[in-house]
């Protein structure tokens, strides 16, 4: 037996609610650990002991002997942890092979399995038992102890185990924090199962007579208790773990001797109620025995739940470990659910109530779970008054929680609750919650969907009261218009798509009845009285598109999902079905509608859009070409009445669906289409005749003007899908463009419209290039640079909406010349490629500055024009600035501006977050994509940019103001810069240390003196670079920290002036305790000033980063060795680290940039005003890239 430490007995024992998370060794459970008794009176006890101790590791495991095939030879299991860890094929047997050594010495028995209790936990070490007969109770109560012995190194853990005292000792591996119930893999992911039926069975096995004889329960659950108060994290987890299932198994037993003593009592009594008089009965008196028996035991049950769930439950229901929390409330759980006499009241339910506050979303999710079951029940659902008044405004708020499932399954309780409990949530709290109907995390908003749909829409019960006569339709009909009133009444959404997606799981078969849909919209108010309103009928087109694209598509509308959704079969069988039925149904009834509502310009909008899902091929397969012709027909009068952009997009959409060469429907539809665009040109040119004066100038009546807008939006709007270059359309409208630069007075109604057809004239000219031979792409070169240049002078237009439009289309026109397709016609590529040029790319970034970030002062003289302004105007305001910006920064990604103009645009990174981070952020990670030291260089320099114009604001004298607002705002954006760089650290290792030397270097500028000590005018820079350090790999640290040791002396001057200096260094080094001699075996970078001969330069084609030679470092090591300050580091911890930075070095490849790069070859892409010796820097300095610690050249 292991002797106990001296110190032991002194030490108090720990208190139960100040557990510490200390964890357990290595669990490699060996399988010559035993149980040992250390006090027994007699010799020939001893041997006894020892050889029945020797026996439970071999006769019972001879019975009980499992096989299993693992890596190829076969495994055998001897001790009840390998039985359970292998798996649960053997339990039964195993646990009846235990109960049978149990009836012939349960001592032994009781050791071994507390010896797998002991090694479940993943304890290496030793049990030592100790009768606790033999001792007094002051010196029990002084063995009571769990500590550390510093001599030994063993950890020693002492508590009771009646009738033990048990000593388990154990070898502290602090760097191991693993053990079974946390293990990863396949073989231990089932670990936890097995052992949690394990102890379901042994349970069941012992519940006919050893679970009462007051032995065996005691032991255990004194094991159990003593272990569960254990500072050492395994030791709880296991024991809770344990004692948690132990009840639930108790607690079954106990309703089955609650069973049997009900059909006792009963047959008590019927047996009583049959005799007559004072006779007696052998049968009775045997049943009021059996009676009295099932009565006594189910009191000791009730004593045993009693006494785990003080013992374990209270003290680790708020343990420190979230798991073992989880655990708790996951039982308790199913004890109410399970036991609702015994458990159902509000001194059980108050502990699910408390948790459901919990940090952890684990825990909270139990709680919810548990819940769950207990109000599903009805009969339960009476008992939960007092826990409805307390926590229902808890539960209420839980949809909004951060974890989506926490959030899933508050919904799920709160919708059963609204089920089973009448009047529990009010209207005020169903409310809010149907808003959850159009969240964009789909399964909560499908969870709302199912609360909305039971609550609100569905029709059970309702069967009664429905019209007669009117059967299904009639029933589908009321749901429509309570859908259409909740879609009304919703003030804070207008998204019908995301609706419908909510509902589509659970009303699905009401919303494909486009049948009775369309029959409401087709109804007239002199008909049927309770025709729908307007508004109603705008709501139901809305809903109908909706159901009709979900149908077809079969996957969630856009921001509700990461990708599409992969169909199954069943669902693609389900989906072509669909398709058929609107295609069959809408080729009779869409003519009808469009001829209704032919005037109102949403409603024809949203109907056209239903073609778009049509299975076109059953317009030939069903002979239905005549309701073919009445669309067509219909859709001509609509283009013909309306000039709405919206309505006359969708009816060239619809025309570009139908014209498709491969369905037979292609002549007819393409036949409509050449008549359509001949009216609408022949119009054009007559209002043209009229417009233009003969003295130069143009109509200015107003209706003339009027018509003509009208005539040009209808023109862009089929310029846009369809090509119109046979009908010359090109020179009509540029002759507008033209006019407007030298005279700039056409109404703006003109210039938009006619800017818009130029455009998608030249686009089409463009995308037919392939075909064009070198004599024609020479005129269309010019027509380019002619539009290019029209759209340059337009960004300076008086007219706000110009100046955008403008704006929008230069910026793609810039992106598609610039990135030409060059695999069918290179000479078209080379000819028709362009590039900004510097004055082009700061009129843009000007625009961008003006339009989008306006400054403050500004903002300050607008913000009296802002409030005026309702809310719809605001979004529609910053929806425009956003379209701007996005543009913009699609120029910067693909390479068509300098990456550096990306610096001017990170400035506005904090300032303008909440409108404008996202697109920030989203064009930082491109960029970083694309390239990530350019990424990492521009990101430095607006820093530098920054710093700059806050050191030429501050006065000169008094030095760099730590304090300053400006100086706190920068230090700031450094901050947020860092955090873009995520948890990876290996994969922004280049991009980070990059920061870090170009960050040194500028702090270093123009200093006066070579000796270090003379103060650089940009040394507080290195307190803004410091927010990175945090992102340096251990390797990398020391190789920042040996470049930084370059450009100062030792030892500093100890002014406050160099205070950035020391904060930097420490920054360095902080959390760095293994470090050694820096300078001694690393790389160096070069300082500024130095030659670029030196090899600091390295190509992308190998983006590893070099290690020094030990040659080289022990040639530069006495040259810096004054650098050295870290303190030096064990052994082992120095070859990890080493090992790690080897690995990191080898496997860190450069990112190749994306597809859409930026083209230097010669004569490839035209860029003005750049000369041929600036291309070839350009190109060098794209392939060349700085790298940490690169060999310096022979």
Request: a negative charge; aromatic letters at 8%; charged letters at 25%.
């Amino acid at each position: 037996m292991i002797a106990e430490p001296n110190a032991a007995s002194n030490l108090p024992s720990q208190k139960e609610n100040t557990v510490h998370d200390e964890t357990v060794p290595e669990s490699a459970v060996q399988n010559g650990s035993c149980v040992r008794n250390g006090n027994l009176r007699t010799p020939r006890e001893k041997r006894k002991v020892q050889k029945q101790c020797e026996n439970i590791r071999r006769s019972p495991a001879s019975s009980r002997r499992v096989n299993q095939l693992q890596n190829g030879r076969v495994v055998e299991a001897v001790t009840l942890f390998e039985v359970v860890s292998i798996g649960k094929q053997a339990m039964q047997s195993v646990v009846d092979d235990w109960v049978e050594a149990y009836k012939q010495d349960r001592d032994v028995a009781l050791l071994d399995l507390i010896n797998f209790f002991i090694q479940c936990s993943g304890c290496q070490g030793m049990v030592t038992a100790e009768m606790f007969q033999s001792l007094h109770k002051k010196d029990v109560m002084q063995k009571m102890t769990e500590t550390f012995d510093e001599e030994t190194g063993l950890q020693y853990k002492k508590f009771m185990a009646y009738p033990w005292i048990l000593t388990v000792t154990w070898p502290v591996d602090m760097d191991n924090e693993d053990y079974p119930l946390i293990r990863t893999g396949p073989y231990w992911k089932k670990f936890k199962a097995n052992f949690c039926e394990f102890i379901a069975v042994l349970v069941q096995q012992c519940q006919c007579s050893i679970l009462y004889d007051n032995y065996f329960m005691d032991t255990i659950i004194s094991l159990l208790t003593g272990l569960a108060d254990s500072m050492v994290r395994a030791f709880r987890h296991t024991s809770t773990l344990a004692a948690m299932k132990l009840l639930t198994a108790v607690v079954s037993v106990h309703l089955n001797l609650d069973v049997n003593r009900h059909n006792a009592q009963r047959l008590y009594e019927l047996k009583k109620q049959g005799l007559s008089g004072k006779r007696t009965n052998y049968r009775l008196d045997q049943l009021e025995r059996k009676k009295k028996e099932y009565e006594h035991k189910l009191l000791e049950i009730q004593n045993m739940m009693n006494t785990i769930f003080k013992g374990t439950f209270l003290t680790r229901y708020c343990d420190v470990i979230p798991e073992i929390r989880a655990t708790c409330m996951e039982e308790i759980g199913s004890w109410i659910k399970t036991c609702p006499d015994a458990f159902l009241n509000d001194s059980y339910l108050k502990y699910v109530g408390w948790m459901l506050y919990d940090k952890q979303a684990e825990v909270r999710l139990k709680c919810l779970l548990g819940l769950q079951g207990i109000y599903s029940k009805k009969e339960l659902v009476s008992r939960m008054d007092l826990f409805n008044s307390r926590f229902k405004d808890r539960i209420v708020s839980m949809p909004l929680d951060k974890d989506h499932e926490v959030a899933v399954q508050a919904m799920k309780l709160l919708m059963l609750m609204s089920q089973n409990c009448q009047d529990v949530l009010s209207a005020e709290d169903c409310e809010m919650l149907h808003q959850f109907v159009y969240t964009t995390h789909r399964p909560l908003a499908a969870a709302a969907g199912e609360f909305l749909y039971k609550r609100l829409l569905s029709c059970e019960g309702d069967e009664e009261v429905q019209p007669k006569g009117e059967g299904k339709l009639g029933a589908s009909a009321d749901q429509l218009k309570r859908l259409i009133h909740f879609f009304l009444e919703s003030e804070l959404h207008k998204h019908v798509p995301y609706l419908i997606d909510s509902l589509w799981d659970w009303a699905g078969k009401f919303l494909k009845d486009w049948e009775c849909m369309t029959t409401l919209l087709l109804k007239n108010a002199e008909e049927d009285g309770e025709a729908l309103n307007d508004a109603q009928e705008s709501a139901l087109i809305e809903i109908i598109l909706a159901t009709v694209r979900e149908a077809a598509e079969g996957h969630p509308p856009v921001g509700r999902g990461a990708a599409k959704k992969i169909l199954s079969v069943k669902e693609k069988k389900i989906q072509l079905e669909d398709c058929t039925k609107i295609t069959e149904h809408f080729i009779v009834v869409l003519p009808q509608l469009l001829a209704k509502y032919s005037t109102d310009a949403q409603k024809v909008a949203n109907l056209l859009q239903i073609p778009q899902y049509y299975d076109l091929d059953v317009y030939s397969t069903g002979h239905l070409e005549k309701h073919l012709d009445a669309l067509l027909r219909e859709i001509k009068d609509i283009v013909a009445k309306h000039s709405d952009m919206s309505v006359l997009e969708a009816s060239s959409r619809t025309y570009y669906t139908f014209c498709s060469e491969e369905i037979a429907i292609y002549s007819q539809v393409d036949h409509a289409r050449t008549q359509l665009i001949d009216e609408l040109m022949e119009q054009l040119n007559q209002l043209l005749d009229c417009f233009w004066q003969k003295e130069g100038g143009f109509c200015t009546d107003a209706g003339e003007i009027s018509r003509m807008h009208s005539a040009l939006r209808r023109i862009a709007a089929f310029h846009n899908a369809h090509d119109l270059t046979k009908w010359n359309l090109y020179d009509k409208t540029l002759r507008f463009l033209e006019f407007e630069m030298e005279h700039g007075s056409l109404p703006v109604m003109i210039i938009l419209p006619a800017l818009q057809c130029t455009y998608f004239s030249l686009l089409w000219q463009l995308a037919a290039v392939s075909e064009n031979s070198p004599k024609t792409l020479f005129p269309l070169r010019r027509e380019l640079r002619r539009f290019s240049q029209i759209c340059t002078c337009f960004l300076h237009h008086k007219d706000k909406d110009v100046r955008e439009k403008a704006f929008m289309i230069l910026c793609d026109w810039l992106l598609i010349l610039s990135h030409q397709n060059s695999n069918n016609n290179e000479e078209a590529v080379r000819l028709l490629g362009y590039l900004p040029n510097a004055s082009l790319q700061e009129k843009l970034f000007l625009f961008i500055q003006e339009h989008v970030f306006v400054d403050e002062e500004e903002s300050k003289d607008l913000r009296e024009e802002e409030e005026e302004k309702n809310e719809s105007c605001k979004l529609d305001d910053l929806h425009k600035k956003r379209r701007l910006l996005a543009a913009y920064c699609k120029l910067i990604v693909y390479n068509v501006v300098e990456m550096t103009a990306a610096a001017e645009i990170y400035k506005y990174y904090v300032k303008s977050y909440n409108d404008f981070g996202d697109i920030i952020k989203e064009t930082l990670s491109k960029m970083r994509h694309n390239n990530k030291i350019q990424s990492a260089k521009t990101l430095i320099l607006c820093l530098q940019q920054l710093f700059k114009t806050h050191v030429e604001s501050q006065d000169s004298s008094s030095g760099v103001d730590f304090s300053s607002a400006s100086f706190t705002n920068i230090k700031e954006l450094a901050r947020r810069f860092s955090l873009t760089f995520g948890l990876d650290q290996v994969k922004s290792r280049e991009s980070v240390a990059m920061i870090h030397k170009e960050g040194i270097e500028f702090a270093f500028q123009g200093a006066t003196r070579v000796d270090g000590k003379s103060l650089p005018p940009n040394l507080s820079f290195l307190v803004i670079i410091s927010e990175f350090s945090n992102k340096l790999l251990k390797p990398d640290k020391r190789l920042v920290y040996a470049y930084l040791q370059r450009y100062i002396a030792e030892p500093l001057p100890c002014r406050e002036e160099w205070q950035p200096l020391v904060c930097y260094r420490s920054s360095l080094l902080a959390n760095d305790e293994e470090e050694t001699s820096v300078l001694g075996n690393l790389g160096e970078w070069s300082p500024v000033g130095t030659s670029k001969t030196s090899s600091f330069k390295r190509k992308l084609s190998n983006g590893s980063l070099p290690e020094t030679s030990q040659t080289e470092a022990a040639r530069k090591g006495p040259e810096l060795q004054c650098a050295s300050q870290l303190p030096s580091a064990a052994g082992k911890s120095r070859k990890r680290l080493k090992s790690r930075e080897m690995h990191l070095q080898e496997h860190l490849p450069f990112l190749c940039p994306g597809e859409l790069r930026r083209r230097h070859c010669k004569d490839e892409i035209k860029t003005e005003d750049v000369s041929e010796e600036g291309q070839v820097e350009d190109t060098v300095e794209d392939v060349d890239v700085d790298v940490i610690g690169a060999e310096q050249a022979s």
